[in-house]
């Protein structure tokens, strides 16, 4: 079983920026991260949770029409980790972001693992 661990919520005011990371881990001998489309969504209290970005294994990345140009998705193979670089915040990114993993290429059929989740709040 994988977890997937966020961190790097908190509060800003728009036109600033934040960074958001995620560690997965999983104690099965074998766990190869780069195998797992890794992605992150936010969801807005009353609407769907909204995949804004994600990362195949390569490094090759999409990004959702509200966050393009100012969001980065990243990921360290190696350390297990996936980030993510919001840039001109503004109150609408307002929201709980999650990482979110699937097994293959993305975007994934099934994100299987998520994280807790973390908040991020933009005030004007």
């Known amino acids: 079983q994988v977890q997937l661990v966020e961190s790097g919520g908190g509060s800003e005011q728009a036109g600033r920026s934040l960074r958001l990371s995620c560690v997965a881990s999983?104690?099965?001998?074998?766990?190869?991260?780069?195998?797992?489309?890794m992605a992150w969504f936010r969801q807005v209290e009353g609407k769907e949770r909204e995949n804004i970005a994600f990362?195949?294994?390569?490094?090759?990345?999409s990004y959702g029409d509200s966050v393009k140009g100012r969001f980065t998705i990243s990921r360290d193979n190696d350390k297990n980790t996936l980030d993510l670089q919001m840039n001109s915040l503004q109150p609408e990114d307002t929201g709980m972001y999650f990482c979110?993993?699937?097994?293959?290429?993305?975007?994934?059929?099934?994100?299987?693992?998520w994280g807790q989740g973390t908040q991020v709040t933009v005030s004007s």
């Open positions: 979110a993993g699937g097994w293959g290429t993305c975007p994934a059929d099934n994100y299987a693992y």
């Open positions: 999983e104690y099965r001998y074998g766990f190869t991260f780069s195998r797992l489309c």
């Open positions: 990362i195949d294994g390569d490094g090759t990345t």
